[in-house]
C-alpha cells in the first residue's frame, strides 16, 4: 500500500548560524520520514527543503518530532 502525500505545518528549530528558525510553513511531505533516510518537505511557495539523515522519529499526539544532525523540525497535519 502508498501512502499519500501528507499537508502538513512545520516549525524548525535550527540548531546553528546556517539554519535559519522556521515557524508554522505550510507544506507537502510525500512519505513519512524514517530513520536514515532524508526528510523532504515541499513548501507552498514552491521551494522545498531536504534535510540531513534522520536520527529520530517520535509521535506525540498528531505532532511528529524529527531530529535530523542539525535540526529539530516539528510536524503537525494541516487542517486548513
Do not use: C, W
Not at 39 to 60: A, M, P
Amino acid at each position: 500500500m502508498q501512502q499519500q502525500p501528507l499537508r502538513v505545518v512545520m516549525s524548525r528549530d535550527g540548531s546553528d548560524a546556517n539554519h535559519d528558525v522556521l515557524r508554522d510553513v505550510h507544506g507537502v511531505i510525500l512519505r513519512n520520514p524514517h530513520v536514515g533516510e532524508l526528510l523532504q518537505i515541499y513548501f507552498d511557495n514552491g521551494r522545498y527543503l531536504v534535510t540531513s539523515k534522520v536520527k529520530r522519529v517520535d509521535q506525540v499526539g498528531d505532532e511528529m518530532i524529527v531530529e535530523t544532525a542539525n535540526s529539530t523540525y516539528r510536524l503537525h497535519p494541516d487542517t486548513n
